[in-house]
């Protein structure tokens, strides 16, 4: 008996564990710093970027706003913002948009 309640305590603190570091995880990969947003880029495989939110007020990036709406609406497949250009033409954007700002 004695044997098995030790068994069942060490299972208990290893979940404890895993579920520790699988938490710690997600919230480490969902953290976007304030005054930014999190969008997803790319044509087929979408990478995670990271940007100001004053980028979402500028004239080009709100034609790629309106794209996004037009192909998506309000029902994006990632769970968030997802911007239908490639990712070259993202960095190019946000390239320039912080050269300027």
Same mark, same amino acid.
């Given at each position: 008996?004695?044997?098995?309640?030790?068994?069942?305590?060490?299972? +208990?603190? +290893?979940?404890?564990?895993?579920?520790?570091? +699988?938490?710690?995880?997600?919230?480490?990969? %969902?953290?976007?710093?304030?005054?930014?947003?999190?969008?997803?880029?790319? #044509?087929?495989?979408? +990478?995670?970027?990271?940007?100001?939110?004053?980028?979402?007020?500028?004239?080009?990036?709100?034609?790629?706003?309106?794209?996004?709406? #037009?192909?998506?609406?309000?029902?994006?497949?990632?769970?968030?913002?997802?911007?239908?250009?490639?990712? #070259?033409?993202?960095?190019?954007?946000?390239?320039?948009? %912080?050269?300027?700002?």
């Amino acid at each position: 008996m004695g044997i098995q309640l030790m068994g069942i305590t060490h299972a +208990k603190q +290893k979940l404890q564990r895993s579920l520790s570091a +699988k938490i710690a995880g997600v919230l480490a990969t %969902s953290n976007v710093p304030r005054g930014h947003i999190a969008v997803y880029v790319g #044509e087929g495989y979408r +990478k995670r970027c990271v940007i100001p939110i004053a980028y979402l007020n500028h004239p080009l990036f709100q034609g790629l706003l309106n794209r996004a709406e #037009e192909e998506f609406g309000f029902d994006h497949p990632m769970g968030g913002l997802t911007i239908p250009c490639s990712e #070259e033409c993202f960095a190019s954007l946000t390239s320039f948009l %912080s050269s300027t700002s």
